[in-house]
């Protein structure tokens, strides 16, 4: 199997706790999938995904990247092969959002060069795939929270990398942007990009992710398939309440189980 990511019994413990956040994980992110990190908050998935960035080292275990060590590769080469869309992210100063989608590009320019016009090309591509085109000479500043989403998500494009993750990518969206969001992020999985992204919501895993792991207390309870893992029994366990599992167009629909009063 070509992998993406291999976690060899991956462990993190921030300097001034006892507890891991992260314990001893062994899990395996296949080139060209969808993998759905869930779990309740608290749960170890945004050290997980800090890892997989090289923003944290393991505290003991393993994390290779395309079967290399992921210490083995320079910021540079690491620019080019991850890319993260952040849940949100504050614009200091009042670029263009073609500007800032041009910052996806660093990684491939030397120091102190100006974007090419190829990049710029790139980056114009990244803005219409995700519908945004129009807004590419209004200021960062003065566009809407679903919109300022998309420009994240064009950034993490114009990098043109291997891996995208993603934290959360819909949780402050309202219905409208999160399906403009969920189906680009579809067309990105048919077109053979690796995705790993974080959610609360197992139903936005069950539309996405081909694998799901579930993460509580730092460690994994499960991992497999989707339809595995999406079972009663085992959401009721990773939230700690009683959880349902129907079938809508032939995918798994979750919910919370009402109790009687």
Sequence with gaps: ??????????????????????????????????????GPNGAGKSTLMDLLLRWKRATSGRVMLMDQ?????????????????????????????LDYVLFGRSAYLMPTAAPSAKDIEIALEALQRTGIGYLAHRSITQVSGGEQQLVLLSRSLAQRPKILLLDEPTSSLDPGNTDRVVTILRQLKHSGITMLFTTHDPNLASDLADHIIMLKSGSVL????????????????????????????????????LTAH
């Excluded at 992998?3 to 395996?28: G, K, M, N, W």
């Design 1 to 38: 199997m070509n992998t993406a990511y291999r976690l060899e019994h991956v462990s993190f413990c921030y300097p001034e706790q006892q507890t891991l956040a992260v314990d001893c994980i062994d899990a395996i992110i296949p080139l060209g999938s969808s993998t759905a990190v869930i």
């Design 69 to 97: 060590p992921i210490e083995s590769y320079s910021k540079r080469e690491l620019g080019r092969l991850i890319s993260l869309v952040p849940q949100e992210e504050t614009a200091r100063f009042s670029f263009t959002v």
């Design 222 to 257: 499960f991992s497999g398939q989707t339809e595995d893992a999406l079972q009663a029994s085992h959401l009721s366990e990773l939230y700690t309440t009683n959880m349902i599992v129907t079938k809508i167009d032939d995918k798994p629909y979750v919910a919370r189980k």
